[in-house]
């Protein structure tokens, strides 16, 4: 039963996660996407908008626990930023037996300088320095993939999320699979950052957060997202903020005029404005939306709830 192809935004914000009456419309929640394909429920980030969707996938797998035998999840981490990956020792089904995590990301530098899995990065992150329990302590079954370039996640029907090197990137030409392909943007820093794009019957999705725009436009983005029906991007800081005194050149963030030129370039369906400053209140978010609107006319900000059909 090929279920839809939808998106549904979590976690919007980056940085930290700003609760409060100012932010009510849009959320406070740190970066999360939930993409929907298949039976296959995907993550893109795990930021504290993780915490109350896995709450929901653990009511409904034991509401439906005599027909669903696992609790099947997929989280495509974008780099291990904190806003990212705050929301997963707060994760409920990563304390679950019945639920099977498959958890891909980049590899980073860490601490003395050489180059890290993944795995070494969250078993860190629930270190006792850091949390009360570990990571191998908890009842899921786990497995954590580093990913090379080149490397793609296929998706199947009742299956397990299945890591392939294609080298290549390309249309999906598989029928009943999903595919995920990535590549690591250096725009932003210091690790960079993976973008993925989700294909499934001939439809996408590009997944873009922590990237930085460059004069003309990314050329490799625009690529890589050409013809996409929805473009998920970066757009954390207005041109006052970029170009201001205080500016907020090369911290690795776009705006959306940077956004909207990617968009407009690579010929996608839909904008979604992501990844918004903690500092920008409901008001500003609106504003930020309106003024792309202008240069994108499909394009939306991103806020908690948003559910797209793809
Ligand atoms: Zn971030
Ligand atoms: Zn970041």
Known sequence: MAQDFTVTFRGVRGSIPVPGPTTLKIGGNSSCVQVNVLDHTIFLDAGTGIIAAGQQLVRN??????????????VLISHTHHD???????????????????????????PVGSKTGLDY?????????????????????????TLKPFDQILLAEGEEAELVNL??????????????????????????????????AGKSIVYATDIEGYVE???RLIQFSR????????????????????????????????ACQVAKEAGVKQLVLYHHDPNHDDAAVAKKEENAKKLFANTIAAYEGLTIPI
């Open 84 to 110: 990212h990956i705050m929301g997963l020792p707060f994760f409920p089904p990563l304390y679950i037996g019945d639920t099977s995590l498959s958890i891909f990301g980049p590899s980073v530098y860490g």
């Open 61 to 74: 797998f034991f509401a439906n626990r005599d027909k669903v035998k696992r609790l099947a999840v997929t």
């Open 121 to 145: 990065v969250l078993d860190m992150m629930m270190d006792q320095m850091f949390f009360p329990i570990d990571m191998k302590e908890t009842h899921s079954l786990k497995k954590v993939s």
């Open 167 to 200: 080298q290549s990137d390309f249309k999906s030409t598989f029928k009943d699979k999903a595919i995920v392909s990535q590549y690591r943007a250096y725009n932003h820093p210091k690790n960079g950052t993976l973008v993925y794009k989700v294909q499934y």
């Open 227 to 258: 013809g996409a029906d929805l473009l998920i991007h970066d757009a954390q800081y207005t041109v006052e903020q970029y170009t201001g005194a205080v500016s907020t050149q090369g911290f690795g963030h776009s705006t959306p005029e940077m």
């Open 217 to 219: 436009g990314d050329k």
